[in-house]
């Protein structure tokens, strides 16, 4: 029985049609949906790459200015569902997203973990396979079954 699922969101568009298609899967199994994004880099350095960086920031201004960042991607990610359906749980954690996923798996007792395929074609095999990805690493250390959504994917409801 699959009473909880965690969907890991890089706010991309694979990260995107992987929550939709565990958002359905919740509903239609009266799951809780647990989404989760991993913080992979210190908040000055996502500050200025995002352009939120200003001469006179102060640390705290940063951190605060990427926290609502992160909120607002959030809600962008589940914006157009009908939240009455199904119970989510969204939270930020740092780290490694190659241990933070699994271990916040096993923290929330996950049945299943949904989560993207972002490439497509022999060269991301390739890649995949030399230089491993996220997805890859999921697959190996989760303490539950993952489902992979390919990104050429569409849900038939």
Not at 29 to 51: D, F, M, N, P, W
Not at 97 to 103: E, G, L, Q
Not at 113 to 141: C, N, W
């Amino acid at each position: 029985m699959i009473k909880t699922i965690l969907v890991p969101t890089d706010f991309s568009e694979h990260a995107q049609r992987s929550f939709e298609r565990a958002f359905d899967l919740a509903g239609e199994l009266g799951s809780k949906l647990y989404l989760l994004h991993v913080q992979t880099e210190s908040a000055l350095r996502t500050a200025i790459r995002e352009g939120l960086f200003g001469d006179s920031s102060t640390d705290e201004e940063l951190r605060e200015a990427v926290s609502q960042l992160i909120e607002e991607r959030f809600s962008k990610t589940m914006s157009g569902i009908d939240r009455s359906q199904v119970s989510i749980e969204h939270t930020s954690r740092r780290g490694d997203a190659d241990y933070v996923i699994p271990s916040y798996a096993e923290e929330i007792g996950a049945d299943l973990v949904v989560v993207g395929r972002r490439g497509a074609g022999l060269v991301s095999e390739m890649r995949a396979v030399v230089i491993g990805s996220v997805t890859e690493s999921i697959i190996k250390k989760s303490p539950c079954p993952v489902l992979v959504v390919r990104r050429e994917h569409f849900w038939k409801k």
